[in-house]
């Protein structure tokens, strides 16, 4: 069965050179570090324009993505713990009066500490029952060639027999196998949604 957020069109970006994206990119960035650091808030600034797309406002992506690199500001080693986007993005919504709740999956290095796929597959439903992306930090892709190492995306559907997860990377969407990467990463990395509201299975 797929289950998927309810109006993926919402993270639909026309840029101004008219090409369509599906959610954000940190290309857009204008900075040189930014653009190599920025996947932690760009997948933060999906979460929220989603949200406030939701909620009947259509916000500028470029001038979201710019402030929420504020909020969730990489280090050295970029956003590579999900306390630092999570921090960040509440930071975020309580300067915006948005009310969200965290929920966070953490995938330890040690395979032995991982949740196994079907606590995986529970989070992620879970995650799209109630109408929300998931951002996933993938610290290592393991054997999923179209996952970059040390990187944040943003999960919008899961089919939950074949664990194929739709994901936008790049303003892109890459169909990516969760659970082979739960399977094959050798340094783990962490899954995170934040609680609002609707649901839909599709």
Known sequence: MKYGICNPEHM???????????????????????????????????????????????????KLMHEMYTFVTPTLRGVDT?????????????????????????????????PDVDTLRKFIITAMKIDSPVAFLCLSNGSVSNLENWHWVTIMS??????????????????VNISQWLESSMLGGALVYFQNYVIREV
């Open 82 to 114: 999900s306390v630092i986007f999570v921090n960040g993005l509440l930071r975020y919504a309580n300067d915006k009066n948005v009310k969200i709740t965290p929920h966070v999956l953490e995938i330890p290095k040690k395979k032995r500490d991982r």
């Open 158 to 175: 899961l089919d939950s027999n074949t664990m194929i997860t739709e994901i936008s990377d790049y303003g892109k969407i890459l169909n």
């Open 12 to 62: 639909n970006i026309t840029t101004t050179d008219g090409n369509a994206h599906i959610g954000g990119s940190q290309e857009w960035y204008l900075d040189k570090w930014h653009k190599k650091s920025g996947c932690g808030p760009v997948a933060a600034s999906n979460i929220i324009f989603y949200i406030m797309r939701k909620n009947g406002i259509k916000p500028d992506y470029l």
